[in-house]
C-alpha cells in the first residue's frame, strides 16, 4: 500500500506503509475500488511515476492533497476513481476558492508528530 505524506522538501511525497497503519490516522472503512492484472514491477513503476507529480514541497489542501493521489493511483491500477464523497471538501473548498483565505492555498505545510506540538 502507498500512501501520500507531503513535507516542505522538494522529495517525493509518497510512502510505501502497511494498510491501516499509518500512525496519526484514524481509519474507519474499507471501500473495493476495484482489482488490477498488474504485477507488483508494474505497481511499482505506477507509484514511481507518481513520485514525479506528488512532490512533497506540491501539497495543497484544496488542489492537491493525499485524497487526490489515492484518486490517480486507483485510476491508474483499476481504471476506478475513489468514491466523490471522500474528497468533498476539497471539491467544495475549489469551487469556492475566492472566499477562503489566501494562506489556505499555501503549499507550506505544518510538520508534526502524535505526540508532538506542530511545528514549522
Known amino acids: 500500500m502507498y500512501c501520500a505524506h507531503y513535507c516542505s522538501y522538494p522529495t517525493t511525497g509518497i510512502f510505501e506503509g502497511e494498510p491501516k497503519q499509518c500512525e496519526g490516522f484514524t481509519f474507519r472503512k474499507t471501500v473495493l475500488i476495484g482489482k488490477t492484472d498488474m504485477g507488483a514491477s508494474q505497481g511499482r513503476a505506477v507509484m ?23 484518486n490517480d493511483s486507483c485510476i491508474r491500477l483499476t481504471g476506478n476513481p475513489i468514491l466523490r464523497w471522500v474528497n468533498r471538501l476539497a471539491i467544495i473548498g475549489f469551487m469556492c476558492n475566492c472566499v477562503l483565505p489566501v494562506t489556505l492555498n499555501s503549499t507550506k505545510v505544518m510538520h508534526h508528530g502524535i505526540d508532538e506540538k506542530p511545528m514549522e
Request: aromatic share 14%; proline share 0%.
Open 48 to 70: 514511481e511515476e507518481l513520485t514525479k507529480v506528488y512532490r512533497g514541497n506540491a501539497y495543497n489542501l484544496i488542489t492537491k492533497n493525499c485524497n487526490h493521489f489515492c
